[in-house]
């Protein structure tokens, strides 16, 4: 007993208080753009882009599509692309999560008054791995353990979608899990809405393009919350779900 309160007591606190205010170390968070210009006829940044997440004129980053590797930075001649520790990059908006020198960061998450009232006390989530790498599904996983604690604001991830307010997508959606993935939505009832976790989810990451997908689904579903990363880290999307439902951290 001895050594376990010697333990604990080396330890510290393990949990994070206050989500919003965390200064994790060592994170590769949001891409920063300056206003430099960039050098005449460079493009070294598209080069080494293995999603196709930048565009030029001007220099853009579409965080949907960005899986936060860094290559672009040290390539950049001008050094005007650098990343920060910044995790709160989740975005109601696709179109919000394309970041520039005008829109350094994703636009503010609006509180949604009909699902604050409806699950601003209790959700339930129900995670799906839509042919992920399991990067996304270890930090989903990570959600409920002593660090993150998402259970502590009345939101748990549940076995069964008949038991689910909320479906956490993540995956690019391979062809053999689509049938799967619609078979889970319609197994929820209603209220539902739909949260992408992750590149691969939100616009098919690595593997957009490729015959062995089936994105068809989000042409019926769109998400009410995008989680970007790669893997998404759990702080984005603990910040991104108490924002939308206008949850205090300190509940």
């Not at 689509?178 to 078979?183: E, I, N, R, V, Y």
């Not at 992750?198 to 019926?220: E, H, K, N, V, Y």
Request: aromatic content about 6%.
């Amino acid at each position: 007993m001895f050594n376990a309160i010697a333990v604990r007591i080396s330890q510290g606190k393990q949990y994070i208080p206050d989500p919003r205010q965390a200064q994790p170390t060592g994170l590769r968070g949001a891409p920063l753009i300056s206003a430099v210009d960039c050098g005449v006829g460079c493009s070294a940044c598209l080069a080494v882009c293995p999603t196709d997440a930048i565009a030029l004129t001007p220099l853009r980053i579409d965080l949907g599509r960005c899986v936060l590797c860094g290559d672009c930075a040290p390539v950049c001649p001008s050094q005007k692309i650098s990343f920060n520790a910044n995790y709160r990059i989740a975005g109601t908006d696709r179109a919000a999560l394309v970041v520039s020198a005008q829109r350094l960061a994703p636009d503010p998450i609006q509180v949604s008054a009909a699902l604050r009232l409806r699950f601003g006390r209790s959700l339930k989530l129900r995670s799906v791995s839509a042919g992920g790498c399991n990067g996304c599904e270890l930090e989903i996983n990570a959600l409920s353990n002593v660090n993150f604690d998402l259970g502590r604001y009345g939101i748990d991830i549940v076995a069964s979608p008949r038991h689910a307010d909320a479906l956490v997508l993540s995956g690019p959606i391979t062809r053999h899990m689509q049938d799967a993935l619609q078979q889970c939505w319609d197994a929820m009832p209603e209220p539902r809405f739909l949260i992408a976790v992750g590149a691969c989810a939100i616009s098919g990451g690595a593997f957009a393009g490729s015959p062995a997908l089936d994105r068809s689904f989000l042409d019926r579903v769109v998400p009410t919350l995008y989680v970007p990363g790669c893997p998404a880290h759990p702080l984005s999307f603990v910040c991104g779900i108490l924002d939308l439902l206008g949850i205090a951290s300190d509940r």
